[in-house]
């Protein structure tokens, strides 16, 4: 078996639909397709069953222990050289699977990941938080690109490893938020082979609104904070950017009852953003959603970023995530 496809899902029997209809119409067949519920109160169950004569599927059922601990568990019942892991709301291109074996093929790695891209179904919403994701003036700038101000980490939502590698490392950590980079950084501790695969890009929903949204990206920056404690050579000045953004917002709207003209840099990003996003999207609502995306982004980041350095370089606190109640379940 060339590959296992590990897919954790928690509730989301509708994507784990469309993600499964998109690996029956690869062109390249050579893989496995390992579902691992997480504890689910809507189990996927009945969807699965379904690709039965369509994929050589695998379907598991588990107590609820977060993503990175049911993807190893997926892992440890796969058969595959290599291990691709997606999130359950994520739908693939036809050619995915062939522009990982033509990267391969060019030149062996033992890690990799692609970008993500919106599909024409997405809602507007969904397209705005793309946007945000990806967007050059959002950090999204620098995360699928091949232009970046950093190395690149392979995500989650879309990642290959080599099994071999994968078990030498131990597979994901504990930690409920993070636990991709925590993975990515000691792929490149380990001295591994890890590289950007352009064109194996996914279509990825992300959340489905902004306050979910705004959820996931505050966690993001406290998880941030969390692998800098792990691994203080992690932090890198680009990861400074969503707290100095949001510190500078918070600088410039305190000035405005004194000074309107403070609001300018504030309005000139708004417009950036909402024209530049008009143009790629071709709609002036998803662009003015895209401003709210972008902003929600940057600060839900840059608040989780300085919240945690609070409480864990100043109070000198224990790890800590927010939202986990809400968010995970």
Known sequence: ????????????????????????????????????????????????????????IHYYDKPNSGPGQSRNYGAERSSGEYLIILDSD???PEGYFEAVEKELQASPADAFGGPDRAHESF???????????????????IRGGKKKMDKFYPRSFNMGVRREVYHILGGFSKMRFGEDIDFSIRIFQGGYRCRLFPDAWVYHKRRTDLKKFFKQVHNSGIARINLYKKYPESLKPVH???????????????????????????????LLVGTDSTIQNHSLRIGIYSIAASFIQLIGYGTGFWRAWWNRCILGKDEFEAFKKNFYK
């Open 1 to 56: 078996m060339r590959y296992s496809v590990i897919i954790p899902v928690y509730n989301r029997p509708d994507e784990v639909d469309e993600l499964l209809q998109s690996l029956t119409g690869q062109r390249f067949k050579d893989f496995e397709v390992i579902i691992v519920e997480d504890g689910s109160s809507i189990p996927c169950r009945k969807v699965t069953e379904a690709y039965r004569k369509k994929l050589d």
């Open 90 to 92: 994520c739908i693939l």
């Open 123 to 141: 809602t507007d919403i969904q397209k705005a938080i793309n946007y945000s994701m990806t967007s050059f003036f959002t950090t999204g700038g």
């Open 240 to 270: 400074l950017l969503p707290a100095a953004f949001t510190l500078g917002v918070a600088l410039l709207l305190s000035g405005a009852p004194f000074c309107l003209y403070s609001l300018s840099p504030i309005l000139l990003y708004a």
